[in-house]
């Protein structure tokens, strides 16, 4: 996926802003809670891909919109990602040693602390929002309704209860498990993108689509990667040549989508086909 995202020089710019975003909300001075501000360097700061605040960036280019007021909702993004992440790997979750090579935050810090410091990009993602410049009180209330939903029970955390529970184990429950858990951020990630960029109407049908079906192509791709067989995904279910064949499908469907938008879509393809590539 890297290779993939420096190909494109704006996914190479759109990366280099989230960075430096990112590297200046987290300079924190010397405080009395220094270890927290650490451990959340430590998470953001561990070579994730930033696959969902290039998505909001790349779509509100395509529209016109501003890069610099994106960088908020790209980057609270990213936090509640990252949060995600962190929680998934406590011992009370998936019980991960490493995260991306590396140990995960319980490990290198302590668990106590590991939770803390989740909920502290949960709720500092908010304050983000909420503090937004140069973007309408309109705008920040439709973003921070759209990121907590496609945090919480209809979103990200629904989705892991439902996997949690061991009851998704069809091609179709599987599905909309994985619709909540990973989707409703992508889908958040792209619909973000085009409120900053104060979208036409008509647009938000067709990214919204474009978004559903590039969550699930990552998803079966990233099964196609774990096809370990012991455990029920796409892979495993439809056999991992059908469901690479699925996940190209779903790509070529996604970019196909956004012919009808006009604008340079090269960034945008370019996300897709890290994707498909793995
Ligand atoms: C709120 C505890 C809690 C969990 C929510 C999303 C989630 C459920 C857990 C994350 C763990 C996980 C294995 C999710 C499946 C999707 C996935 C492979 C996420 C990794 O996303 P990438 O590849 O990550 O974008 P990087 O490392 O690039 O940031």
């Known amino acids: 996926m890297r290779s993939e995202t420096s190909a494109d020089p704006h996914l190479k710019t759109y990366r280099q802003l989230v960075e430096r975003h990112l590297g200046e909300l987290f300079a924190e001075p010397p405080s009395p809670y220094d270890r927290l501000f650490q451990a959340a360097r ?20 395509l529209l016109g919109g501003d890069l610099e007021i994106a960088l908020n909702p790209a980057c609270a993004i990213e936090m509640i990602h990252t949060y995600s992440l962190i929680h998934d790997d406590l011992p009370s979750m998936d019980d991960d040693d490493l995260r991306r090579g590396k140990p995960s935050l319980h490990r290198a810090f302590d668990e106590g602390l590991a939770i803390l410091t989740g909920d502290y990009l949960l709720t500092r993602a908010f304050e983000l929002l909420a503090t937004t ?22 979103g990200m955390i629904g989705g892991q209860v439902i996997d949690l529970s061991g009851d998704a184990v069809t091609l179709e429950s599987l599905a909309a498990m994985h619709r909540l858990k990973t989707g409703a951020l992508f889908h958040a990630a792209v619909l973000s993108g085009a409120i900053v960029a104060q979208a036409p109407e008509d647009h938000y049908k067709i990214l919204g689509k474009f978004a559903s079906l590039l969550g699930l192509a990552f998803q079966i791709q990233d099964d196609v990667q774990d096809a370990t067989g012991d455990e029920k995904n796409y892979a495993t279910l439809l056999g991992v040549e059908k469901a690479k064949q699925e996940v190209q499908r779903l790509a070529h469907e996604a970019c196909e989508l956004l012919s009808v938008i006009q604008g340079n879509h090269a960034p945008l393809t370019q996300i897709v086909k890290g994707i498909v590539a793995g």
């Open 133 to 154: 410049p140069l973007m309408s009180d309109k705008d920040k209330l439709n973003l921070i309704g759209l990121i907590s939903k496609a945090a919480g029970a209809q």
């Open 42 to 61: 430590y998470s953001l700061f561990n070579g994730g891909k930033r696959l969902r605040p290039l998505l909001t960036l790349a779509v509100c280019d």
